[in-house]
């Protein structure tokens, strides 16, 4: 069974860091590309940031670049993203997911961990 | 970057209706077009994935069509289990970018 599960949330203040990983299972992780996607709450769904199957590659949404970093570990199927200059608008559940590669779809995805910055 | 926009924004129907929504991408981006159901406090499902491919274990009552700008999504046959808030998400190139939400409530 596919299995993403993020940790790692929490409350911080604005212009803090925070480290989210998300631990794969069940699948080939090194196969897959990875992605973290957030929902302020009762809001939509944001993408964040994409990173390709061997760590090479890395995309982000304007609104993150320069302040965050994915990465992966494919030895230890681990996914993270680190947050620093952390602002309030960056409250949100972050979500981990994957996709094949080369504009496939997220087809699974973790069950979210909460980010809250707040002073 | 695409902008994605869906309507309607929210949409009340009853066990049994045909329901549409439709998503339109500022720009063309062939199929690459995919749906996602989200139940409040759960992580999005995807239900179809290149505008019109049913993903394993979908409803065969949900389907999709659709390329380059104009894209829907059809239920056939709403379900209680249907009532949930649909998104669109294009993965034609970065930033991948998902539509606003349509909330589809009970009548």
């Known amino acids: 069974e596919v299995q993403l599960v993020e940790s790692g949330g929490g409350l911080v203040q604005p212009g803090g860091s925070l480290r989210l990983s998300c631990a794969a299972s069940?699948?080939?992780?090194?196969?897959?590309?990875m992605h973290w996607v957030r929902q302020a709450p009762g809001k939509g769904l944001v993408w964040v940031s994409r990173?390709?199957?061997?760590?090479?590659?890395?995309s982000y949404s304007d609104s993150v670049k320069g302040r965050f970093t994915i990465s992966r570990d494919n030895a230890k199927n681990m996914l993270y993203l680190q947050m620093s200059s952390l602002r309030v608008e960056d409250t949100a559940v972050y979500y981990c997911?994957?996709?094949?590669?080369?504009?496939?779809?997220?087809?699974?995805w973790g069950q979210g961990t909460l980010v809250s910055v707040s002073s | 970057d695409i902008q994605m926009t869906q309507s309607p924004s929210s949409l009340s129907a009853s066990v049994g209706d045909r329901v549409t929504i439709t998503c339109r991408a500022s720009q063309g981006i062939s199929s690459y077009l995919n749906w996602y159901q989200q139940k409040p406090g759960k992580a999005p499902d995807l239900l179809i994935y290149?505008?019109?491919s049913l993903q394993s274990g979908v409803p065969s009552r949900f389907s999709g069509s659709g390329s380059g700008t104009d894209f829907t999504l059809t239920i056939s046959r709403l379900q209680p289990e249907d009532f949930a808030t649909y998104y669109c998400q294009q993965s034609y190139s970065t930033p991948y970018s998902f539509g606003q939400g349509t909330k589809l409530e009970i009548k």
């Open positions: 990173l390709n199957n061997d760590g090479g590659s890395t």
């Open positions: 069940g699948f080939t992780f090194s196969n897959y590309w």
């Open positions: 290149a505008a019109s």
């Open positions: 997911a994957r996709d094949r590669g080369y504009s496939s779809p997220l087809d699974s």
